[in-house]
């Protein structure tokens, strides 16, 4: 069965002795190497299990028997991996975690996992709105540290999309104490990305050879674009969510003070109609992204393109 990283993540109890296998894959490395720090750390705290690294899970059964200690096998290759391997697997007393990078060529092994009752399967890939707010309020209530609604949606914007990132980053504000946690502060222990990929959102009045020429010359790769659509994403959401002008201005961040007028343009130039295209365009422009992991160049500029024709038509 599949488990969600996060909930995981955030699981004080989570007891990783209830289950024989876990299947990490995704494209997200800092939160494959967190899930799976976290598997084993929690497993040796219910059992004092020892850890192997193997190549391939054929070599976890050279000398195991069903009376040897607890061990944790940390399987790199899945070559031969079938059903009757796992049965002869769940005879023993120890646990396997499998860790595949995404690949049309495991989807056959994964659904083994994700039919078999002693299974979790764990897909890790980067962090979207939703995640990033589900950790920044568990993380606030545990340090007891309240923040103003500004800087808080300041904070799930700007904090990182990658596990790695996002989580250095925030340990560093929950480190300050309460009277210091304020813009000025946050702005300066955080990496803030300047390079203007959020500033491309504020090209969609534009002409289209402008915002192509912009687009080719600050978004490089699929991970700038995945970090383009959750900025994208972020102001889309906002006019989705408004009822009327009056509670869309309260919405936008006080960060956002230069770009309002822009902000509050776009937003008087949508109807119901043209708010249901916006969600039909995010809805199936998320499923790409969860099918093919990223997005590509062309459908960046696409989705970019897409949001400026439905504004200005």
């Known amino acids: 069965m599949k488990i969600d990283p996060i909930d995981l993540l955030l699981k004080k109890d989570f007891n990783p002795s209830?289950?024989?296998?876990?299947?990490?894959?995704?494209?997200?490395?800092?939160?494959?190497?967190?899930?799976?720090f976290i598997i084993i750390e929690k497993y040796?705290?219910?059992?004092?299990?020892?850890?192997?690294?193997?190549?391939?899970?054929?070599?976890?059964?050279?000398?195991?028997?069903?009376?040897?200690?607890?061990?944790?096998?940390?399987?790199k290759n899945c070559n031969g991996l079938n059903e009757g391997v796992l049965n002869k697997f769940?005879?023993?007393?120890?646990?396997?975690?499998?860790?595949?990078?995404?690949?049309?060529?495991?989807?056959?092994?994964?659904?083994?996992?994700?039919?078999?009752?002693?299974?979790?399967?764990?897909?890790?890939y980067e962090l979207n709105r939703e995640a990033k707010i589900k950790i920044l309020n568990k993380s606030l209530d545990s340090s007891k540290i309240k923040i103003e609604k500004n800087l808080y949606w300041f904070l799930v914007e700007k904090l990182g999309n990658r596990f790695g990132?996002?989580?250095?980053?925030?340990?560093?504000?929950?480190?300050?104490?309460?009277?210091?946690?304020?813009?000025?502060?946050?702005?300066?222990?955080?990496?803030?990305?300047?390079?203007?990929?959020?500033?491309?959102?504020?090209?969609?009045?534009?002409?289209?050879?402008?915002?192509?020429?912009?687009?080719?010359?600050?978004?490089?790769?699929?991970?700038?674009?995945?970090?383009?659509?959750?900025?994208?994403?972020?102001?889309?959401?906002?006019?989705i969510d408004s009822k009327n002008e009056d509670e869309y201005n309260k919405k936008i961040p006080i960060y956002l003070f230069k770009e309002k007028k822009f902000l509050i343009d776009v937003f008087r130039r949508f109807n119901s109609k043209k708010k249901k295209l916006l969600v039909k365009l995010l809805s199936s422009t998320e499923k790409i992204l969860r099918k093919e992991n990223n997005l590509s160049l062309i459908s960046g500029l696409r989705f970019l393109l897409t949001i400026k024709k439905i504004t200005t038509s």
């Open 90 to 124: 769940r005879e023993t007393s120890s646990t396997i975690i499998f860790i595949q990078e995404n690949s049309p060529k495991i989807k056959k092994i994964k659904n083994i996992f994700i039919q078999d009752r002693d299974s979790y399967v764990i897909d890790c």
């Open 44 to 75: 040796q705290e219910f059992s004092k299990a020892s850890l192997e690294y193997v190549e391939n899970i054929n070599d976890t059964f050279n000398g195991l028997g069903l009376f040897e200690d607890k061990k944790i096998f940390l399987v």
């Open 165 to 239: 990132f996002f989580d250095d980053s925030l340990s560093k504000v929950l480190q300050l104490k309460q009277e210091n946690i304020n813009f000025v502060n946050i702005k300066k222990l955080i990496s803030i990305n300047e390079d203007g990929k959020d500033k491309l959102y504020f090209s969609i009045l534009n002409k289209n050879s402008d915002i192509v020429g912009v687009y080719r010359e600050k978004i490089l790769n699929s991970s700038d674009v995945n970090e383009l659509y959750y900025y994208c994403r972020f102001f889309c959401q906002l006019i």
């Open 18 to 36: 209830k289950k024989k296998f876990y299947f990490i894959s995704g494209n997200e490395v800092t939160l494959i190497q967190k899930i799976k």
